[in-house]
C-alpha cells in the first residue's frame, strides 16, 4: 500500500540548532516532493518543492534533500528560531496535477 | 504572493443542519480547487477536487451527497456539509492552484463543530 511517513513524535530542539525531519514514501514515484508548514488551527503554507532529478533545494535557512533510492526527503532548518515552532508536513502529487497527498507532519518545538 | 480567503474560521451548528463554507482565490484565478478534511493530530486528507463549470471529483469514501462542492466562477468554491452530524465535526480546508506552478495555495481552514 501506498504510505507517506514522518515522525509523529514531536521534535524538541534549542535555539539555534540545525532541525531535521524526515519523510518517508512508499509505492509512490512522484515527480516532486514539497513541504508545507503549518500552524495550529490554520491551513498550511508552501515552503520548498524539490523535484526528483534534484538532489538538494536551499531557500534562506531552509534545506530539502531528495533521495528517490532511498525514497526519503529531508527537511532541514538552520539557526532554529522559536517562530519555527510549527507541523511541518511533506506532500506528494498522487495521480493528477496538483493532487497532493500528504503526510502526518511532524510537530517541531524550538526551546529559547 | 497568491491569497486563498476562506470562510467562516469556524461555525458551530445543531446536527441535521447544513453548513456552508466559501473558497476564494482573490488574486488569482484557480481552475481547480480542493477541499481537504483534517482530525485532530491527523493528516489533510483530500475530499475532492473542484473543476470550475463542472461537476467535482470525489475521493473514494467521501460522500458526494453530503459534502456538495460547487465551482461556480474562477474565483469561488464553495463546500455545503448537508444533514451535518457529530462526526461532520473537523477541520475543513481548501487549496487552489495557479495552473502555472505545481504549488497550491491553502484557505485558513473553517473548525467545524456539530453538536
Known amino acids: 500500500s501506498q504510505k507517506i511517513e514522518q515522525n509523529s513524535e514531536a521534535l524538541n530542539i534549542q535555539e539555534g540548532k540545525t532541525a531535521t525531519l524526515t519523510c518517508n514514501y512508499t509505492n509512490y514515484s512522484p515527480a516532486y516532493l514539497q513541504w508545507y508548514r503549518q500552524d495550529p488551527g490554520r491551513g498550511p503554507v508552501f515552503l520548498l518543492l524539490i523535484r526528483e532529478n534534484e538532489k538538494e533545494k536551499r531557500k534562506e535557512r531552509l534545506k530539502v534533500t531528495f533521495d528517490t533510492t532511498l525514497k526519503q526527503s529531508l527537511f532541514h532548518i538552520t539557526a532554529s528560531q522559536p517562530a519555527d515552532s510549527a507541523t511541518y508536513l511533506c506532500a506528494l502529487e498522487n495521480t493528477g496535477f496538483q493532487k497532493l497527498v500528504f503526510g502526518t507532519g511532524t510537530r517541531l518545538l524550538v526551546s529559547p | 504572493g497568491a491569497v486563498v480567503s476562506q470562510h467562516p474560521s469556524r461555525v458551530i451548528c445543531k446536527s441535521g443542519t447544513s453548513v456552508k463554507i466559501e473558497c476564494r482565490s482573490l488574486?488569482?484565478?484557480?481552475?481547480?480547487m480542493f477541499w481537504y478534511r483534517q482530525f485532530p493530530k491527523q493528516s489533510l486528507m483530500l475530499m475532492a477536487t473542484?473543476?470550475?463549470?463542472?461537476?467535482?471529483?470525489?475521493e473514494q469514501g467521501v460522500e458526494k451527497d453530503k459534502f456538495l462542492i460547487n465551482h461556480a466562477s474562477l474565483t469561488l468554491s464553495t463546500l455545503t456539509v448537508t444533514s451535518a452530524h457529530p462526526e461532520d465535526s473537523s477541520f475543513y480546508i481548501c487549496?487552489?492552484?495557479?495552473?502555472?506552478?505545481?504549488?497550491?495555495?491553502f484557505g485558513s481552514g473553517t473548525q467545524l463543530s456539530v453538536l
Open positions: 487549496s487552489a492552484g495557479t495552473g502555472k506552478a505545481e504549488k497550491l495555495f
Open positions: 488574486d488569482f484565478q484557480a481552475t481547480t
Open positions: 473542484s473543476n470550475e463549470g463542472s461537476k467535482a471529483t470525489y
